[in-house]
């Protein structure tokens, strides 16, 4: 378990926000701890969705239970987190 952080660049959301993480969470856990910093703040919640992640760029995100030790980014890389229709 390490801190990892990552620049996190929220849909809807015009500010970038540098998100600490430990390198155990999920992506799931990622989306939540970006969230934090958006959400109820400059984004509205979209009750009904889920938050994905995926790097910045990619067309795929990241599998939801991916721990971030085994996804390959580095420290302070941005990733990108979206609103997906559950």
Known sequence: MALFPLSSNFEGDFVLQLVAVDS???MDEVAAAAAVHSVGR???ARPGSILRVRA??????FPRTLKVSESGLKPTETIEILWEKA
């Open 24 to 26: 155990e969470n999920s």
């Open 42 to 44: 400059r984004v509205r």
């Open 56 to 61: 910045q760029g990619a067309e795929a995100f």
